[in-house]
């Protein structure tokens, strides 16, 4: 389940990290009166508890059933996040599962897209079970008759807020192609990437300074420091694309979902003898590493595009999925 992306473990130590990621975009750039829900408010509240309810459950499920709960509950790198989260969930101690756990009490609908747009979408905030910590939710679904499904789930990072966004009743327009926003998601996104990128990372004016982002960096040279000229450490992360997310409320911006995924590579100079993270071990089997390793996690964040000035990151998530190594 969901942790925010600022927690890190050396990579030296064959890092892992844990949470949920993933999925979709809207098609309409209309920001003006409000317009009709694609959901009524009750439905999609009644949707959105029942989706987040889902989506805890199955998280917390190694088994057969586990898998075809997430299979319902999780769409796109969310339901790929999830699922690497269940293999890890052996080797986790009750205290890790707990911190990590969705509340399923509480959920709130915070917007809902407008008729019209493609796909529907329902942005719900729940929290962390054990720290009350705001977790934000993209549902998206709905064509057809389809369910909902999680498509993102970005714990908030510490002292972050959302603006105002258009009531549920009113319905909230779509990013469509980003038009009266201070930058393109895209172009936001990029950025972020090549500002924590390891080593040589590029400093943007897009971006406002943001507790992961500094992590980030900070984290990648603890790991490259750790391992003491003795190999050399990368770290990149690679846009895939914007997944959703709603305009504000007056046209004074949008939250966008984006995915990114990470990849983490160590080459060692000579061999040693490394032992991975049980994270690592249960997802790909590696009990050891001398030469090399890779490291590959779902990454996804929650940017406010504001309609002038700097975007900030509000949310974010990550979530080991794939590693090599010998």
Known sequence: MPRTATRRRALAAALACAAMLSACTGNSDDTGAPGTPAVAPDAAQTTAASAVSAAATSSLDASAAGGAARDKAFVGAALQSANAYAKTLPGRTAAEK????????????LAISRGGDNPQQVLAQTTLKKTGAAVLVLLVGGQDGAAFKAAAVTPMLPDAKLDALDTPSDGSAAIGDGSGLSAKPDDVVAAFA??????????????ADDPLSEQLRQSALAQSKALNNQGAFTQDHQPKGVLGGLRLKDGKGAIVFAHLVRNDAIAMRTPVKLTPAKDLTLLTGIK???TEANLTSNEIIAIVIPASGQARIVAASDQLVAGSGR
């Open 98 to 109: 707990a911190d990590a756990e969705l509340a399923t009490t509480g959920v709130k609908v």
């Open 194 to 207: 090549a500002s924590v990128k390891y080593p040589d990372p590029t400093t943007t004016k897009v971006l």
């Open 288 to 290: 050891q590493i001398t």
